[in-house]
């Protein structure tokens, strides 16, 4: 921190305070309501993750992997097996790519929803969060019939999954897709044009371009900054190549390109191409066995892989290092959160607490995949 | 007037003035504060289910036996009263205790004195003043000098900051409100609120009752201004940014706990109650029936004052549970902005329209 | 002059937009609802279903739960758990597949394996349990599981096991055995010599 100024005042926000999504400790140097500069203190919730993973095997690491970004611990999973598969040369099954893929997308929809949710209620609305928890229930109601667990699943397996979607998955997802869509105009309606919302949000914390591509931000936070940058599109995993979606931008809907309503706007609209994934793999799905390929025992061969995937908040990449044992030499998450609270500082000086609050719920961080 | 008839019947009894008003006082005064924490008791309960409606919930229940909150909650804003009473009234080591201990009354003080004044019906009025508009607006800006007084005495800087916006929020919103509540009284001739309650007797324009929002289409306008600013006057949403949750934690409250954060419950329920209460009889018809001619004597008059109370407290209610927080610059620009200039204008456009039509 | 005004419409138009959806909420409160009033009304919700019924779950993760009669103590469980909150004791039985009355121990399993081992102590900490369902698949004998869904014919659902001290929330499946029961078996004393 700076040299305090007579006329400046340290404002310590957080680890305990209703906004800072988790246990974040913001040291804000504040003239009057206006802040000159913020100092992020992370850790409150670092649990040794990679150190932990160099003692397990590799299935044991998954449940690990889930509880880094809990909120969206499918498509952690998700990231960590796709890694582990490439690093092990294992095909899976069609139906296993497309469960894994429609898994990863419903986890995407609930995760954007709370944060939009979070996001209203940040800027005061209380009753959007509601809303958006109800529907966001449903999806976890769909998990918990699928593999038993509504936040940390350990569903996505290396080589397989599981479990097989239970009976009649395909109808209820669909029932619940026919749900979904009118809501989203009812959000719409009641938060996003809200007038009082968009002045909070537009033209509010804009983060150009370049400043958020030399950051290293990534997810809807550079696509809120018109970057094109998605990696299910380009650079395909799984089997995204197969699936018709765009990969919405902002352009400054109510105010300046990048600014905290673009973040926003991308996250909606972000919503609405997973339905249309959803709906397209749910068309298609083949049938066949989910556990066919699983591998007997986990002993990948002497090597190491970078694997990146989108994860609702950005890219999500691990880094696994195998010496020929069954446990890892070395897993290395790197975390979109991370880098997306790094630009915090840099956005948000010159705007007032209020803003610093709004900021900070449009960058969208989980504090879990932060610390570790 | 409640006081006023006490004293002419005391006086009836025998000479003894000062004993005399004391008892007049007390006896209108304590029925008064009931009034308040009956008030505070129901608008929780009914906020919370309100709330609760709104946002696909249902809010406190209770059906089996034990500790419950009674049928669909009921007892829940009594038990709430209860857990209030008996908990450890904390004061934290730094704060500038004196103050800290007197900021919950005066802020209770500025929320009874204006409810003193609130026309509940013809005769149900502990105070008829003849000034009683000038006088509410006048002891509604108590208040804000105990948020003051709390923000500063807590030591804590997220009271500091609440006490900083909400001095300069309710300061800047008097102006937009007292603007607006000129229009009934230009149009009444009178401070007095019976008066200017009597005024609004009868027709207009065939169908309407003659009360004063309908008057002209400035007055529509001013009632609409003048609300909106008694909202931002008791720090509701969207005007909450000096308890704004998210942002300060709980604002000038912080460092408050047990009965003394429960007087500033009541007083801002209060609060709720004067505002609305002033706005029923400045532009709504106060006790009037919206049917003129009928349904108009008697306790008819406490209903419908009541009635039209409780529903712009639910209007706000209704705003607080859809809306947003504004930001303290555009609450400023809102206020200044828009208006003050619109509540001018309307002041304009009255005084033309009682010199051509009235 | 003309953008102010569109302003001022601009807000009461989207307000009152968002006015009129949260009322419309409020007055369909009966069908909207979603509150489970947890102690009276208990998930699976009934006359609320969207679709799943409790059998076909695929598996719920409420509490795990061992059949120690069909426990061979092969210790895969204690292996594949993540967070060690599996602790399996085992004794060598004297005879492969033979009853043992005085500890209660039965020689088969319901698949008809004949069991090698006693299991002396098999403890699940599940105040450590991190719910991952990893030590239920390794199982040969499928006697560790998830109460409840699926598994209901097994042991019926439990997903509100709070306990007081968290001592209780260590679960002991094995039988008890006393010192010298554990000492009789793991030193047989010869056959009766008469």
């Known amino acids: 921190m700076g040299v305090v100024k007579g006329d400046q005042m340290i404002l310590n926000i957080g680890p305990q305070h209703p906004s800072t999504h988790g246990v974040l400790r913001l040291e804000v140097m504040t003239d009057g309501e206006i802040v000159s500069e913020i100092r992020p203190h992370l850790g409150y919730l670092h649990r040794c993750f990679e150190k932990h993973s160099e003692n397990v095997t590799y299935e044991q690491v998954i449940p690990f992997t889930d509880r880094c970004d809990y909120l969206a611990a499918m498509n952690s999973n998700f990231g960590y097996v796709v890694a582990m598969e490439e690093l092990m040369e294992i095909k899976v099954p069609e139906r296993v790519d497309y469960i894994r893929i429609i898994m990863g997308e419903l986890n995407r929809i609930a995760s954007h929803l709370l944060a939009l949710g979070v996001y209203g209620l940040d800027i005061g609305a209380f009753t959007p969060f509601l809303y958006m928890l109800r529907d966001r229930e449903r999806i976890l109601d769909m998990f918990e019939y699928t593999c038993g667990a509504r936040l940390l699943y350990n569903y996505m397996w290396v080589g397989g999954v599981s479990h097989d979607l239970p009976k009649d998955f395909e109808k209820i997802c669909i029932g619940f897709l026919d749900y979904f869509e009118p809501q989203i105009e009812e959000y719409n309606n009641l938060l996003t044009y809200n007038k009082i919302f968009v002045e909070r949000t537009a033209d509010v914390g804009v983060i150009p371009a370049d400043v958020a591509v030399s950051y290293g931000v990534t997810g809807p936070n550079l696509r809120g900054s018109g970057v094109k940058w998605d990696v299910r599109k380009d650079e395909p995993y799984s089997i995204y190549d197969r699936f018709e979606f765009d990969v919405p931008v902002g352009d400054g809907h109510f105010g300046t390109l990048g600014d905290c309503f673009d973040r926003y706007w991308v996250r909606m609209l972000e919503i609405k191409e997973s339905v249309k994934i959803l709906r397209q793999a749910l068309k298609d799905i083949p049938g066949g066995d989910v556990h066919q390929m699983l591998p007997k025992k986990i002993r990948p061969p002497k090597g190491s892989v970078y694997r990146r995937t989108e994860s609702p908040r950005g890219d999500l990449g691990y880094y696994i290092m195998s010496d020929g044992t069954p446990t890892p030499y070395r897993v290395k998450m790197r975390s979109p959160a991370f880098t997306a609270l790094s630009v915090l500082d840099e956005v948000s000086r010159g705007w007032m607490i209020s803003d610093v609050i709004a900021i900070l719920g449009s960058l969208d961080i989980v504090l879990g995949e932060i610390d570790r | 007037m409640t006081v006023d008839m006490l004293m002419d019947w005391f006086a009836t009894i025998g000479d003894f003035p000062i004993l005399s008003f004391l008892l007049a006082v007390v006896i209108s005064g304590v029925p008064l504060f009931l009034v308040m924490a009956l008030n505070a008791m129901v608008a929780v309960y009914v906020e919370r289910k309100v709330s609760a409606f709104m946002m696909d919930r249902i809010g406190p229940m209770g059906q089996g036996p034990g500790l419950h909150a009674g049928k669909w909650g009921l007892l829940q804003t009594a038990a709430d009263a209860v857990k209030l009473l008996v908990k450890e009234d904390t004061i934290p080591e730094t704060s500038d205790k004196l103050l800290f201990k007197m900021a919950p009354f005066i802020i209770f003080i500025g929320a009874f004195l204006g409810l003193a004044a609130v026309p509940f019906s013809s005769v149900l009025q502990v105070a008829d003043f003849n000034v009683g508009v000038f006088y509410i607006i006048a002891v509604g800006s108590i208040g804000v000098i105990g948020i003051v007084m709390a923000g500063w005495a807590s030591n804590n800087k997220w009271s500091l900051y609440g006490a900083m916006r909400s001095a300069a929020q309710i300061i800047s919103y008097e102006i937009p409100a007292g603007l607006s509540i000129i229009i009934p009284i230009m149009m009444a001739g009178t401070m007095n609120l019976q008066e200017m309650i009597h005024f609004q007797e009868g027709n207009v324009w065939g169908i309407l009752p003659n009360w004063i929002i309908f008057n002209n289409p400035f007055t529509f306008i001013a009632f609409f201004i003048f609300f909106i600013s008694a909202v931002a006057e008791t720090n509701r949403t969207p005007f909450d940014i000096p308890e704004a949750e998210s942002e300060l934690v709980a604002g000038w409250m912080t460092e408050y706990s047990g009965f003394r954060w429960a007087v500033f419950f009541l007083s801002e329920y209060a609060n709720m109650l004067v505002v609305s209460g002033l706005a029923v009889a400045g532009f709504l018809g106060g006790w009037q029936s919206p049917i003129p001619g009928m349904f108009d004597t008697g306790a008819w008059g406490l209903f419908w004052f009541m009635s039209k109370l409780i529903f712009l407290i639910f209007v706000m209610m209704w705003f607080r549970w859809t809306f947003p927080r504004l930001r303290v610059d555009q609450l400023m620009h809102v206020c200044w902005k828009v208006f003050i200039p619109i509540a001018m204008f309307n002041i304009f456009g009255v005084g033309i329209w009682k010199l051509i039509f009235g | ?194």
């Open chain 3, 1 to 194: 002059m003309s953008k102010y005004f569109a302003n001022i419409y601009d807000t009461v138009n989207t307000l009152w937009t968002g006015m009129r959806i949260t009322w419309r909420h409020m007055m369909n409160i009966k069908r909207d609802n979603v509150t489970l009033q947890y102690p009276e009304e208990r998930w699976p919700r009934p006359e609320r279903n969207i679709g799943f019924e409790h059998e076909d779950y695929n598996v719920i993760r409420s509490r795990l739960h061992v059949d120690i009669d069909d426990c061979i103590g092969c210790l895969k469980c204690e292996r594949a758990c993540p967070v060690d909150c599996i602790k399996i004791d085992t004794i060598k039985a004297p005879t492969r597949g033979e009853d043992i009355p005085d500890v209660k121990h039965t020689g088969e399993t319901s698949n008809g394996t004949k069991k090698a081992m006693v299991v002396s102590r098999f403890t699940i900490d599940m105040s450590e349990c991190c719910y991952c369902n990893l030590c239920t698949y390794p199982c040969p004998e499928e006697c560790i599981f998830m109460v409840g869904g699926p598994n209901s014919s097994k042991h019926p659902i439990d997903y509100e096991f709070s306990e007081f001290d968290r001592t209780d929330l260590i679960y002991q499946f094995a039988k008890k055995l006393s010192p010298e029961q554990k000492d009789g078996l793991q030193n047989p004393k010869p056959e009766a010599e008469a």
